[in-house]
């Protein structure tokens, strides 16, 4: 099935902004509560959301083989699960009917009032719902900085790390979707020079730049996906910040990897862009160091030219850009860490979320964490406000935003946008 939806000449009737995030190029699915407290599956074009559940009961999908309930749920599970014909089926129809020189809707008010919301009507909730969250660690610019500060500086990289996309199982029940505050965790510390642990709140709170992907069901028990399979059951991407306690994870890692340190949280853009909508912009990603054995070879363009950004916002304070950074620098693609994931025999579910491990370039002014970009605290950052970070501080906001963009179009993700909260008192 051709992507039509992907036409960069084709223009809206809806008033959209200039260099938007979302034009109709782009037709992202999200889950949102409307004006009338009815939750309900979506797109976006511009600053409009629109309810995918209306415009199905009112006949828009007509010839589209779908359930009568397909867009009347709380998750996208069902959707995804539908597979990528679908998916592209849908692009497509929106992109026809919000097309300028398509009547249909745009002359028909009533119907036009049950389907348009600005964005100040809705409140976004999960996309998904969650299964399983796997987080790997793909940055080559960032294990080699992390090995680098507290590792030998001349093997900075473990002895796996050029094998295989080294990754986690992580905890998806903390997965919250933009605009959700989180507490700063607490948890054992061992202090410099002490052998005693102690207890209380993480003082190295730390964010890391990622972005994240989501599966359909992919795959039966003892059944690997391949590589040159793998991108059809990849249904989009969002950013994910994954936080991290770096002080309770440094004490708790060893030997099992990391639990407490993580698993209190970790934040989504609610807004899911299609791989579809990416096309345009595959790249290619960093040449393999080492061999690699045949599961996880690849042919042709597997990463994507992303631009991703981080802001920190005190309070009642001006934000400060603190990184910029791209998708692109990333070793391990998405192909290579699912097929990977797989090769064992792990089945994949609808809504499976995969996060990319942090982002790092190459430069100071693109690592994708704190502990980076201050070099674990020895270089605090200047805030525009005056002030100074090593690390989150409490009721910090840390915005992180993600486009694409092209001379002919561009695609973003929104942003993430989540403030730190202190310990929870009770």
Known sequence: ????????????????????????????????????????????????????????????????????????????????????????????????????NNAQLKNNKKNRKTILFTLDEIEMQM??????????????????????MFRDPDNALLPNWLHMPVGYHGRSSSIVPSGIPLHRPQGQKLPKGADTPIFGPSRRLDFEL???????????????????????????????????????QKWEYVPLGPFLGKSFGSSISPWIVTLDALEPFKTEGPKPEKELLPYLKTKGKKSYDINLQVGLQPQNAEETIISNSNFKYMYWNMCQQLAHHTI??????????????????????SYGSMLELTWSGEKPLKLKNGEERKFIEDNDTVIMRAHCQNHEVRIGFGEVTSQILPVYKG
Not at 217 to 244: C, H, R
Not at 344 to 365: E, H, K, Q, R, Y
Request: aromatic fraction near 10%.
């Open 210 to 248: 990622e972005m994240g992907f989501v599966t359909t069901a992919a795959n039966q028990l003892g059944e690997p996906i391949k590589t040159d399979e793998a991108e059809e059951y990849i249904f989009g991407m969002v950013i994910f910040n994954d936080w991290s306690a770096r002080d309770i």
């Open 1 to 100: 099935m051709s992507l039509e939806a992907n036409n960069p000449n084709r223009e809206t009737w809806l008033d959209t902004p200039e260099n938007t995030d979302f034009p109709i190029q782009n037709i992202p699915f999200g889950v949102f509560i409307t004006r009338d407290d009815i939750i309900t599956i979506g797109t976006r074009i511009g600053d409009y959301a629109i309810d995918l559940g209306a415009l199905h009961q009112l006949g828009y999908f007509e010839n589209i083989p779908l359930t009568d309930d397909i867009f009347l749920q709380d998750t996208l599970n069902d959707f995804i699960a539908d597979g990528r014909k679908t998916w592209r089926a849908i692009r497509n129809r929106i992109a026809e009917i919000f097309d300028k």
């Open 127 to 148: 996309p998904v719902e969650v299964g399983d969250y796997t987080d790997f660690y793909s940055s080559k610019e960032h294990a080699t900085n992390v090995g680098k």
């Open 344 to 365: 064992n025999g792990c089945p994949i579910n609808s809504g499976d979320m995969m996060a990319s491990g942090t982002i790092s370039g190459p430069t100071p002014d």
